[in-house]
């Protein structure tokens, strides 16, 4: 797992090109994306202890359910957008779970950046390091998703600008919604 994090976030194609050979949608789930969650949302519980003096271990609780619930409903909602936007823009069926596996690879840089995020809030600056994923999103619909024809250039890079957004935007907008839902995790 680590060696594949480092792989598509360092160099992508060769990243992708391992992560090809590793398609199987359950273990993709359970290897890659359920460590990394948690990784990231034990961030959050540790970052609230590292930027307060008092131990608040409700307020990291709270910060560790919100980023479990908001990267993993993330992943599917990015998913079902992508293969959405996908079907339209090139008229073909992708199965779901090659979308998914997509979608959880190139969440990697959202990852890292939230990871980073979660674990120091003086950061703020790192978010910008989430565009990254474009490029990530870019070697991916290529290697990933074999969308390689010259004629088909425009709508590739149409489709990893729009994935690219998915990605991005849909923790924020998972989380302000998980916030909206359960008031009490404020």
């Given amino acids: ?23 199987d949608r359950k273990s993709v789930l359970i290897r890659y994306a359920l460590p990394l969650i948690l990784l990231t949302s034990a961030a959050s519980f540790a970052g609230v202890i590292i930027e307060n003096d008092a131990w608040l271990w409700e307020m990291g609780l709270k910060k ?54 979660e674990l120091f809030e003086d950061m703020f600056f790192i978010g910008v390091f989430t565009l990254y994923t474009i490029y ?32 991005i935007a849909c923790p924020n907008i998972i989380k302000d919604a998980v916030l909206m839902i359960m008031p009490g995790l404020r």
Avoid at 85 to 99: D, G, R, V
Avoid at 140 to 162: C, E, M, N, Q, R
């Fill in 1 to 23: 797992m680590i060696t594949l994090f480092s792989s598509i976030l360092i160099t992508p194609h060769a990243g992708w090109e391992t992560a090809k050979k590793q398609a």
């Fill in 64 to 117: 560790f359910t919100i980023t479990l619930l908001t990267l993993f409903f993330s992943i599917y909602i990015a998913a079902f957008c992508i293969k959405v936007t996908f079907n339209q823009m090139f008229n073909e069926s992708y199965p779901l779970s090659k979308i998914l596996v997509f979608t959880i690879y190139s969440f990697s840089c959202v990852f890292a950046v939230r990871f980073l995020d």
């Fill in 136 to 167: 990530i999103v870019y070697e991916g619909v290529s290697v990933f998703l074999d969308i390689t024809a010259k004629k088909l250039y425009s709508k590739k890079i149409l489709f990893t600008v729009i994935a690219s957004l998915i990605i």
